[in-house]
C-alpha cells in the first residue's frame, strides 16, 4: 500500500495566528441510526471516546469522535489504525443497518493557533465564534469562503479544520490571507 501523503506538503503560516497542514488524519465516516447502541459501541470501542451529542466532539488520547449530522459521526484516529479499526467497527455493527467507510484519503486536517485563531476563522465562517457560544466540545460544519468545512476547538487558542483534499490549497490559501498581520480586526483577539 503506497504511503500515505499530506495533501498540501505541510504548509505552514505565521501570522496573527500559526496556519498548518497537519499530518495524515484516520478518518471513518460511520453512518446509522445514532441512537443504536451497535452504532455507538463501534464508535465509542475504537476511539475510548464518549459518545457527543448534536454538535459535538469527544477525544480521547489521539482519538475522537465527532457528530456530523443526525446519522453520521466522524471517527478520528491514527492513521496507521484505520483498517483495524474498520474490521471491529464491522464485527461490532454485524447485522445492524450502518456502514462504516475509511475517508482518511479524501480529506486534508489544519490547525489554526494562537490568541488570534479566532478571528482568523469569524472572517471566513458564517459561525457565531463568541467564546461564550463556541467553545470546547463544539463542532461546526460549515463553510470557510466558498468551500465546505468542518472545525471544533482543538485548545485553548486553536481550532482544527477539515476539508476535502481536493480543495486543501484553497483553505490554506484562505486561512494564510484571513492571518495576515495586515488583517487585524481585533474582535476576539486581546493584542489588538
Known amino acids: 500500500m503506497p504511503e500515505a501523503r499530506m495533501a498540501w506538503n505541510g504548509a505552514a503560516f505565521d501570522g496573527l495566528a500559526q496556519v498548518r497542514e497537519l499530518p495524515v488524519q484516520g478518518m471513518i465516516s460511520l453512518r446509522g ?34 457528530w456530523m449530522s443526525p446519522d453520521e459521526l466522524l471517527i478520528l484516529l491514527p492513521h496507521g489504525t484505520v483498517q483495524d479499526a474498520l474490521a471491529r467497527m464491522d464485527a461490532v455493527l454485524a447485522g445492524e443497518h450502518a456502514l462504516a467507510l475509511d475517508m482518511s484519503d479524501a480529506r486534508a486536517v489544519f490547525e489554526v493557533e494562537g490568541p488570534a485563531a479566532r478571528e482568523v476563522l469569524a472572517k471566513l465562517c458564517p459561525v457565531d465564534l463568541d467564546p461564550a457560544v463556541f467553545g470546547p466540545g463544539e463542532m461546526r460544519r460549515t463553510r470557510a469562503a466558498q468551500i465546505a468545512v468542518a472545525f471544533w476547538q482543538s485548545g485553548p487558542h486553536a481550532f482544527r479544520l477539515i476539508c476535502f483534499r481536493s480543495v486543501a490549497g484553497y483553505l490554506f490559501d484562505l486561512l494564510k490571507g484571513a492571518a495576515h498581520p495586515a488583517a487585524r480586526v481585533g474582535v476576539f483577539d486581546p493584542s489588538a
Open 33 to 66: 441510526d445514532l441512537a443504536s447502541a451497535p452504532v455507538q459501541n463501534a464508535a465509542t470501542e475504537v476511539t475510548g471516546a464518549a459518545m457527543p451529542g448534536p454538535r459535538g466532539v469527544e477525544g480521547a488520547g489521539d482519538s475522537a469522535i465527532a
